[in-house]
């Protein structure tokens, strides 16, 4: 039993994300993913349209996700390698080389998938009209 972890905010759930998710369970047999909370995006300058148990109850609808747990610390991710005894982290492209994922490759290894182009969330509300 292969185990991938990846990490998101994953708000007005689009293409670009399910192509991630999909990605990364064809890795192994069973994907968790960590979402963020809504202080922890705070802290990413990122206000939500969902709620953390609406952003919560969409992953788990998606068919490639077997876990949800919580984002609420930068520094949380060695600890989540290993309590969920990860064999790989994967994550989308724009955070290749990033020292808060590079540092995993002593625990796991860890994968950057491309990003889908031309779809994203801030996107989403621009195209819309909304203010991000
Ligand atoms: N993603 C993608 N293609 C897009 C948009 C997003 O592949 N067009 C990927 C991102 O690279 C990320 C995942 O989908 O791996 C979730 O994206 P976000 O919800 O924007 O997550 P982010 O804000 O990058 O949070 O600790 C790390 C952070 O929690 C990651």
């Not at 039993?1 to 998101?8: C, D, I, N, P, Q």
């Not at 979402?35 to 922890?40: G, I, K, V």
Request: proline fraction near 2%; aromatic fraction near 10%.
């Amino acid at each position: 039993m292969k185990r991938v972890l990846t990490y998101g905010t994953y708000d007005l759930l689009h293409w670009g994300h399910i192509r991630l998710l999909q990605r990364a369970k064809a890795q192994g047999d069973y994907l968790v993913v960590a979402l963020s909370t809504e202080e922890f995006n705070e802290g990413k300058g990122k206000r939500t349209y969902h709620d953390f148990e609406t952003r919560k109850a969409m992953l788990e609808a998606v068919r490639y996700v077997d876990l949800v747990i919580p984002e609420d610390a930068w520094d949380q991710k060695i600890n989540d390698v290993q309590k969920y005894e990860i064999d790989m982290v994967v994550m989308g492209g724009d955070w290749e080389g990033d020292p808060r994922f590079e540092i995993l490759t002593d625990y796991c290894d860890v994968m950057y998938l491309d990003r889908t182009e031309g779809i994203s969330t801030t996107k989403i509300k621009r195209d819309l009209g909304v203010n991000s």
